[in-house]
Every structure is written in C-alpha cells, then in structure tokens.
C-alpha cells in the first residue's frame, strides 16, 4: 500500500540527526510543538444539525525529516523511532532538532506516522450527537503509512545558539467539513462505535483526511 500523503503543518523534530551535506559553526535548536484547537465540529450543515466532539487522541511517529537549501545545496536531517505524542495536550512537544548557524530556504518538515504495536499512526476519539440527541462514540483510525509535511518559501536565518520554537495549530472543528449528519446516522457501526478507517466508513475516512490537508497553521518563534 502506497503511503498517503497529507500537505499539513504539524511538525516533528529530531534528537538524533543525519545529513547529507555536513556543515561547521555552532549549534542552535528548534522546538516542534503542536496543539489542536476547537475540538468540537458542527456536521450536516445542510439539515438538521449534529456534532462531533473530540475527546483524546495520539500521533505514532517511526521517522521526521528536516529539509531545506543551504548555500544552493539540499540538506537532509532525518530521526528514527521519535515516538508516539498525546494530540491532546495544553501543548505536545515533539523534541528538539540541532541545526548549524545559517540561513535555509524552501524549507520542508516531514513526518512519517507508523503503526506501532498497538498503536495506530494516528487515532482520534470521541463522540457524535445527532439532533435527536442520541449519542454514539467515533473512533479515527490510521493504520497505515502517514506522511505529513509542512513547507515555508521563506527564507529562515538561524545564527549561533538561538532558540526557536515552531508550533503548529490543527483546528479540529474542521474535520468534519463536508460529512452531514446523514452520513453518520447511516454509518456502519462496529462494537457500539462508528469507526471510520481505510476498511469501515471509507468515505468518511477520505473526507477527514482530505481536511487535514487544509486546515492547519504553523507559528516559528525565536527566543
């Protein structure tokens, strides 16, 4: 199965690091930190109205990369095995990746969410409540390859022994962008649960990971 590629801002950073091209000066680091936001969605927008709240949830990472230009060259740095992150804390922090003293450009944060043991790549929690106030629990499950990443066109000057932190925001409220309350009354219900997963309720499967392409932000701030 061909990994699904997501264009997204949530970023994860590097303990331990490779390059393809080796560079001297000193060391400064960037924090990558994420949170989520408005973790209930309206659905249905054309009836009667429903809604999702989401309640817990966690990221599996088995490998993030930093890329970018340097002086016209590619540079790569890349960590295995970063772990798995609570999606629901005040702030999540994925660690800190080292980068040398210099100025990047086309810059892009990769991460490669795994399943892991019994973990998924990516879960989410919670619960749906239609009009007539009737509650059924939601589970989001990725249980295959994830690629998310981020890009910056500008350019993003780093000088000896500074700090950054780069905290991405995913608003949450917006998963449930085009899934009506009709398709979720109808959906196949598993063990009491709606699960939605490339193998039950594909299509909503497909329309929450297509929203998490659009709707993200990314903030950098020096120290």
């Known amino acids: 199965m061909k990994p699904i590629k997501i264009l997204t801002a949530v970023i994860i950073s590097a303990a331990a690091l490779t390059s393809c091209k080796k560079m001297s000066g000193s060391n ?3 924090e990558f930190q994420l949170t989520t936001i408005n973790r209930t969605s309206i659905v249905s927008r054309t009836d009667a109205t429903g809604t999702i709240q989401w309640t817990s949830g966690s990221a599996t990472a088995s490998q993030i990369k930093f890329e970018a230009k340097n002086n016209n060259s590619e540079v790569e740095f890349k960590n295995q095995n970063p772990g798995k992150v609570d999606l629901f804390a005040s702030i999540a922090s994925f660690g800190n990746v080292t980068l040398p003293a210099g100025s990047y450009s086309e810059v892009e944060f990769k991460i490669e969410l795994n399943p892991n043991g019994i973990d998924p790549a990516l879960q989410l929690d919670g619960t749906f409540t239609n009009s007539s106030s009737v509650s059924t629990p939601v589970e989001l499950l990725v ?3 994830l690629e998310i990443k981020s890009e910056q066109n500008n350019v993003t000057t780093v000088t000896d022994n500074s700090s950054f932190t ?5 608003d949450l409220s917006q998963l449930s962008t085009g899934i009506t309350q009709a398709m979720l009354n109808t959906a196949t219900i598993t063990g009491g649960k709606i699960i939605i997963s490339s193998s039950s309720n594909t299509n909503l499967f497909n329309i929450i990971l297509n929203n998490f392409q659009m709707h993200h932000e990314v903030e950098i701030r020096h120290h």
């Open 28 to 30: 400064s680091g960037i």
């Open 143 to 145: 249980n295959s390859l």
């Open 166 to 170: 780069a905290l991405t925001t995913l």
